[in-house]
């Protein structure tokens, strides 16, 4: 399975993280731990979607289309309730 994901940082709430990965736990911890040279500075991260593929090439096609402008409009209307909370 290969998985497109979406990370949320503590430090900037409104900024979210686009990726995808055939180990998401794997993945994730790195994050957290600092192992990614674009991320470290914001985390702590929370996994706040996820969206599996059996082909590679559907989550990478995914990826591409969420980092566009109107992928971010329709993942922020699809999350806007988890958004707009208080955490």
Do not use: C
């Not at 994050?31 to 990478?60: C, M, V």
């Amino acid at each position: 399975m290969y998985y497109v994901y979406i990370l949320r940082s503590a430090k900037k709430a409104a900024w979210l993280y686009k990726g995808s990965t055939a180990d998401l736990k794997r993945r994730f911890k790195e994050h957290n731990d600092g192992k990614n040279f674009s991320t470290a500075p914001d985390r702590p991260f929370q996994l706040i979607y996820y969206e599996a593929y059996i082909l590679k090439s559907d989550a990478e096609a995914r990826e591409r289309y969420l980092k566009t402008s109107m992928g971010m409009r329709v993942i922020k209307k699809q999350l806007a309730h988890y958004l707009t909370e208080k955490q």
